[in-house]
């Protein structure tokens, strides 16, 4: 469910479920504003650094745009919105793939995290089901996870999303939002040993919360886990919505 393998390598068509993910996701970050906002020649700088994905060079090259303004969450949306429609009309006439943009989507969604507003305080209304994905520091895959938090906004959850993150950063983010899902991903390459640790935190948690693990090292990391009643592999979008 949350593996994409190597995204800015793999040349294969995607499904079209999965494509379906991929253009709601960027739809949605491009309408977050809709001003004139910064100029083509800059965009169009900005996308080449993104489908790289490189992202100290996205974070600086955005950071000079912004230039440590009051209102810099504000101009951040404004030059992200700006370069995910950019992207999409690259997509829509073939000028990039869907490994390319998928890429550049994983980097915007990072730079929407780190320029947010600080000190807003986590929210949630007892009435609405929480769910929250999210990747550890040096986790090299992350567009499994971006599809399925999209998979699961569509079905009405309310969705949070930390990428790049230190487990005790992610295990604060589920102390305070107390969410009902916590979906994490394990590919081949990745540390399973910080992963298991940020399970086995969360299952000591006084809060239920079912963790759901995708991805090519899933099933091998929950092996090694003592038995965890909280803890579900899973392997497709669609089931795992299913199932809960």
């Given at each position: 469910m949350m593996d994409s393998g190597d995204d800015?390598?793999?040349?294969?068509?995607?499904?079209?479920?999965?494509?379906?993910?991929?253009?709601?996701?960027?739809?949605?970050?491009?309408?977050?504003s809709r001003s004139n906002g910064p100029s083509d020649y800059f965009i169009d700088r900005l996308c080449i650094v993104l489908v790289s994905g490189d992202y100290a060079a996205s974070e600086a090259l955005l950071r000079s745009r912004i230039a440590w303004r009051a209102d810099y969450a504000e101009l951040a949306d404004e030059v992200l919105s700006a370069a995910a429609r950019a992207l999409g009309r690259k997509w829509e006439s073939d000028t990039l793939s869907f490994a390319e943009v998928t890429v550049a989507i994983s980097q915007i969604l990072r730079l929407n995290q780190t320029f947010s507003r600080r000190h807003v305080p986590i929210s949630r209304s007892d009435a609405e089901r929480v769910a929250l994905f999210a990747t550890i520091e040096g986790q090299g895959h992350s567009l499994g996870i971006v599809l399925a938090a999209e998979a699961f906004r569509q079905r009405d959850w309310h969705i949070e999303m930390i990428l790049e993150q230190r487990e005790r950063t992610i295990l604060d983010r589920v102390v305070r939002l107390r969410p009902e899902v916590l979906g994490l991903t394990v590919s081949g390459s990745d540390r399973t040993t910080r992963i298991g640790?940020?399970?086995?935190?969360?299952?000591?948690?006084?809060?239920?919360?079912?963790?759901?693990?995708?991805?090519?090292g899933a099933a091998k990391l929950a092996a090694a886990l003592p038995a965890e009643r909280k803890v579900r592999v899973v392997t497709d979008i669609v089931s795992a919505l299913r199932d809960l």
């Open positions: 800015r390598r793999s040349n294969s068509t995607p499904g079209r479920e999965v494509e379906s993910l991929a253009r709601a996701v960027l739809d949605r970050v491009a309408d977050r640790f940020l399970v086995r935190e969360v299952n000591r948690l006084p809060v239920p919360v079912t963790i759901l693990l995708g991805g090519q």
